[in-house]
């Protein structure tokens, strides 16, 4: 075949319909596309900036999560962040049982944009933050028992925060705790946490979450606070919203991170306690936030190992789920404090992970510099976090063995 014929060829197969052709190169990998198809010629590398490709590439992907998550209006660089971070996924897990990492990057050249990191803002930022919230509970026992407790913290963290903890509650800054409630049955009075993300737009992958338990040296006995079961939910609701302020003008900086609105309005009308005549604000401003919005994905409802299991409750989510608002609902309490005291629910830790979706490459280079230095501390946490997909298939690791991986 000689040069004309070839560039005869390749001339007819573009003069199809662009959506005919994009229908047939989305059987190819993303990355492939990227990567090789894209330096055949520049008419292909057009193809390849068109969201009519991406779009069908996203359409497709979002068919084989089983409708579990909802088709999201996304611009053509988010489209092609997901449909890669759901590649760089699918290989991961076929092969994580070999050294290949879908965390490290090794094997398959993943890049650093598509490294899976922590989505919640540390602690140590968010008590620094005086406009807005980053996690708000639906009831606390105690002011120190403040849901804030649960964040993770900037940089690797120590020994001592990754422990399967064993506490007592006079270490009140160590964990959440709810109300207590005069009955345990799930649906009597389940708690919700919520959490923003330190962007506007994330695509979550990983949720975890740890009980907390207290340490009991007069009953010679530790005891878990733990729950039958939980139901995950992620939302996208725009910034700017009646419940996710934006304290600055529109600008890159929006969003970054989210924060939710302290409006006494939003705790005017709100869901009440079930045991209680009067509205919880708490409550109030939970349902205030999330008034009018349907969640992007809702998990089935994830059964515990028992009252007493201490550790990690890990939901690995199917590809897409794109959202800025995660609320975890505890169904129920197990355990009471003393034999004649009310039931609780208490959290130790949450884990979010995934990766920031960025209107445009290079974003976060146009950052300021108080968002450019949330995005550093909470991207250096990206180490250790995702050392449990090494570990264990189901759950995040027990402290010694964090340790010793993080010191080799």
Not at 72 to 94: A, G
Not at 229 to 253: E, H, K, N
Not at 300 to 308: K, L, V, Y
Not at 311 to 320: M, S
Request: some cysteine; hydrophobic content about 35%.
């Amino acid at each position: 075949m000689t040069i004309t014929e070839e560039y005869d060829k390749e001339r007819t197969t573009l003069e199809l319909p662009e959506d005919a052709v994009a229908v047939v190169l989305s059987f190819l990998p993303p990355s492939d596309l990227i990567r090789s198809v894209s330096l055949i010629s520049r008419p292909f590398l057009n193809l390849m900036r068109s969201e009519q490709l991406w779009k069908e590439l996203y359409h497709q992907m979002m068919i084989n999560s089983f409708n579990e998550v909802k088709l999201l209006n996304l611009n053509l660089y988010k489209m092609q962040q997901v449909c890669l971070f759901s590649e760089y996924r699918k290989r991961h897990d076929r092969n994580e049982d070999k050294k290949d990492s879908l965390s490290s990057g090794e094997g398959y050249g993943t890049p650093s944009s598509l490294r899976p990191s922590s989505m919640l803002v540390p602690r140590d930022v968010a008590s620094k933050i005086k406009k807005g919230l980053v996690c708000h509970a639906s009831t606390t026992d105690h002011p120190e028992e403040r849901i804030e407790n649960v964040l993770p913290m900037s940089g690797i963290p120590d020994k001592s925060s990754w422990r399967v903890p064993v506490r007592s509650f006079v270490w009140a800054d160590s964990h959440w705790s709810s109300s207590p409630a005069s009955s345990g049955k799930p649906g009597f009075r389940d708690d919700t946490l919520l959490f923003t993300t330190r962007c506007p737009d994330a695509l979550i992958s990983d949720v975890a979450i740890m009980p907390f338990t207290e340490c009991r040296l007069l009953y010679g006995i530790n005891q878990t606070y733990t729950w039958p079961g939980f139901i995950l939910r992620v939302y996208r609701l725009p910034v700017g919203a009646t419940g996710l302020c934006d304290p600055q003008p529109p600008s890159d900086d929006s969003g970054f991170p989210c924060l939710i609105s302290t409006d006494s309005q939003l705790r005017e009308d709100g869901g009440t306690c079930n045991e209680m005549p009067t509205k919880n604000p708490r409550q109030a401003l939970v349902d205030g936030i999330l008034d009018g919005y349907e969640p992007v994905y809702e998990s089935p409802i994830q059964h515990s190992d028992g009252p007493r299991c201490a550790a990690w409750q890990n939901l690995v989510l199917p590809p897409g789920v794109v959202g800025n608002v995660i609320t975890i609902t505890l169904l129920g309490k197990h355990n009471r404090q003393f034999p004649t005291s009310g039931f609780y629910a208490c959290v130790d830790r949450v884990v979010v992970l995934g990766i920031p979706l960025y209107k445009y490459p290079n974003q976060h280079n146009d950052l300021s510099p108080a968002s450019k230095a949330i995005l550093h501390k909470t991207m250096r946490y990206e180490t250790a976090l995702t050392y449990y997909k090494k570990q264990c298939k189901h759950h995040v690791p027990r402290a010694d063995t964090l340790q010793m991986n993080l010191t080799s």
